[in-house]
């Protein structure tokens, strides 16, 4: 498999959902809808979507491959394959919430960035209110999605699992214990996985579990996708906060060293640069450990994985 | 019908509802959980989860006593009562969602509003970043409620219903709206007329709709219900306009005047006390005469409408 090459393609099904699942941007009230494709379209790695396209297709993918030994019958296969949905709502909804976060995230209120993508934030760009409104336009047209462009049963599941992933026990959860630990500056490492299992991992589990709900997965196996999300999330997070503690703000796209210039406590100020490589190190390998219970064609998601599992290092 | 102590016992039932299927303040985070009972608690008149009630039980409810001519057969209303679903997830969702837009729309950005239902509004009881999640949570929850209390189908057409109406071609394109005629004091009526047919009608046709939907109300009904949602929205927020011309800050309970202080286009700039008045009526009667389409229970339905369309005049 030529994995950038196939990246590429993913990432290009993902715009194409976008342009098609979002209203236009003349759509009125017009200074609204272009605000929200304003930061829908400002690229971004587009990493959530693209893990629900390839959970979506792990099992019943059109280049179905299978890797290791068959533990699900042939005829559940072609079953599944003959039902599959169209991910691509799904995958723009998930994209949708997660650029609502961080439009809110970079209010002034909140982080007060200027900077998100290499590009004005969206309260710098256009103003707050606007800002504000398109947040809530985004995150209220992900739920519109999964209801509209799914049967009945999958679209509530669907419904379900995003709302509870993106809720005040989780996404906002995290968000808002992220805040008050910005206000101390001895944060425990007990809130800072918290915050960490939250704010970060929760929408990756999300995008794993939606792709294998969407894909026909038993419960077992959006179970180990829910195991393996909470471990590639951990470590991606962690991953983050040595990345925004190393790396330059052109190499970001976004504001860098924000976080020891706030006093922030981060995984870094913890438990030091080396350490915390090897946390990030241990949670990947436990994600691909999980992944060796999926039965399907891995190929893609398991170079995805390594992907976010090894940035820049 | 003693109307009064009927609608005392709806918003009581709306209140139970509220402490019910909302996360208890010490839910960790125990602040944003502490801030969206917060704005919840805030008393107000629970009209619109109270409305989401009455239209769920106009065919269907316990003291079901037709008015009028039976055009449903009698088994028919038999199969609804079996099946009805309890309505008060659905009237919670209504409330935390029409409370985030309330929380969002008092921020510094917006509204910039200290006083709400007579007491502190959000941002100012706890900062607002606080307030700003604790309106991003209140949203996301009213979709998880509802995916979570239906079977699979009705679920998913209530958060059709309740996404399409709070989204951004209504409840936030409405709000849109209204901040950029408040940049300028020539909207024209017709810009009015969009603002107040998405920032306040859309939600109280969501909540007779949503209702409906839960009542069992067939093709014909939704749509009866979803005119006369219409009018008593547009009227509604009509005698809003007048209100806040005419009316003390008391009796308000949030500041009063302050649409022409903001120089801000309303009804009653554009067209005149009396005229508006006249306007407003004229919505009442046809949210009347939408009203005798509906064969069922609707003495509560009717007296909650008459009340609504006839305050403080």
């Not at 808002?176 to 929408?203: R, W, Y």
């Not at 969407?214 to 077992?220: P, Q």
């Not at 946390?279 to 060796?292: D, L, P, Y």
Request: aromatic residues 4%.
């Amino acid at each position: 498999m030529d994995f950038p090459a196939e990246l590429k393609r993913h990432v290009a099904r993902v715009e194409r959902g976008l342009d098609q699942f979002v209203p236009r941007a003349d759509t009125r009230p017009a200074r609204l809808h272009t605000a929200m494709r304003y930061s829908l379209e400002a690229g971004g790695k587009r990493l959530r979507p693209v893990l629900v396209l390839a959970a979506a297709e792990l099992f019943t993918g059109p280049t179905l491959e299978p890797d290791g030994e068959a533990t699900i019958p042939k005829s559940e296969i072609e079953n599944r394959k003959s039902q599959i949905q169209n991910p691509i709502p799904a995958a723009v909804a998930v994209e949708c919430l997660h650029t609502y976060s961080l439009i809110h995230d970079d209010l002034p209120c909140m982080d007060n960035d200027d900077l998100r993508r290499g590009r004005p934030t969206s309260h710098k760009q256009f103003d707050e209110a606007t800002a504000l409104l398109a947040g809530d336009a985004l995150l209220t047209h992900a739920f519109a999605l999964l209801a509209e462009n799914y049967p009945a049963p999958l679209a509530a599941a669907l419904v379900r699992e995003l709302a509870n992933a993106a809720g005040s026990r989780r996404l906002i959860g995290g968000q808002m214990e992220d805040l008050l630990a910005e206000k101390k500056s001895d944060a425990t490492p007990e809130e800072l996985e918290f915050i960490h299992l939250n704010k970060t991992a929760a929408m990756i589990e999300a995008s794993l579990v939606m792709g294998g709900l969407i894909g026909g997965a038993g419960e077992t196996e959006v179970a180990t996708l829910r195991q393996a999300g909470r471990h590639l999330g951990l470590s991606f997070q962690i991953i983050d906060d040595i990345l925004d503690a190393t790396a330059d703000t052109a190499t970001l796209g976004k504001t860098a060293g924000k976080d020891a210039k706030a006093g922030k406590t981060t995984f870094v100020k913890l438990h030091g640069i080396e350490a915390s490589w090897s946390i990030a190190t241990k949670h990947s390998v436990e994600t691909r450990a999980s992944f060796t219970n999926l039965y399907g064609n891995k190929a893609f998601l398991g170079a995805l994985v390594e992907m976010m599992s090894c940035r820049s290092r």
